[in-house]
Every structure is written in C-alpha cells, then in structure tokens.
C-alpha cells in the first residue's frame, strides 16, 4: 500500500505563484508515473501534469509555460510549481500516483486564484 500526501495549495491572488507538493511512503516500488490532476466545481477531473520517472513530462495545454512538474526520487515527492495563476486554475488538485500498475490519489488540496 502506498500513502499519498499533499500539501501546498491555497489562495492566491491572480498572477501569482503557489507550490504543491506530494509526498509517497509505505510499499514503494516504482511511483512511475506522478502527476497532477485537478477537478473545478462542475467540470470533469482533469489531467494537469505528469512526470516519469525518466524525467519526461506532459502537461495540459492551459497549463504550459506557466506550471513546472519536477520530482525527488530520493524523497518520493513530486512538485507541481504553479506561476501566472489565473482564475480559471481554482480547483482541487489532487496527486495522482502510479506504483506496479496501482493508482494511487491523494486528499486533494484546494487552490483558489482571485481576480
């Protein structure tokens, strides 16, 4: 089994910056890949971004050159740096771990971006 927490979300007024990050413990094996999906009242949840554990990414198009996945193998953590927020980011944002062909989600954390 594998505990997904996360941490970092918040408000944040439009145009500006937050950090979430989302740490793995328990029966670890391969966390491939970790990503970041988000799901906004009324709308579908929705893939934000992913990273493997080779280090190629994929992101959403609304999210390209303003939102940087990276991750820290030695921590099992994966960051999500979020800049130029908008108010069209507001939504939950959950972690979402793949371990030995396990989905694994975190609890969410709620971003708010005010205009």
């Known amino acids: 089994q594998v505990r997904v927490v996360e941490s970092g979300g918040g408000l944040v007024l439009a145009g500006g910056s937050l950090r979430l990050s989302c740490a793995a413990s328990?029966?670890?094996?391969?966390?491939?890949?970790m990503g970041w999906y988000r799901q906004a009242p009324g709308k579908q949840r929705e893939l934000v971004a992913k990273i493997t554990t080779g280090g190629s990414t994929d992101y959403a198009d609304s999210v390209k050159g303003r939102f940087t996945i990276s991750r820290d193998g030695a921590k099992n953590t994966v960051y999500l740096q979020m800049n130029s927020l908008k108010p069209e980011d507001t939504a939950v944002y959950y972690c979402?771990?793949?371990?030995?062909?396990?989905?694994?989600w975190g609890q969410g954390t709620q971003v708010t971006v005010s205009s």
């Open positions: 328990g029966n670890i094996f391969t966390l491939d890949p």
């Open positions: 979402n771990i793949w371990d030995l062909g396990r989905i694994y």
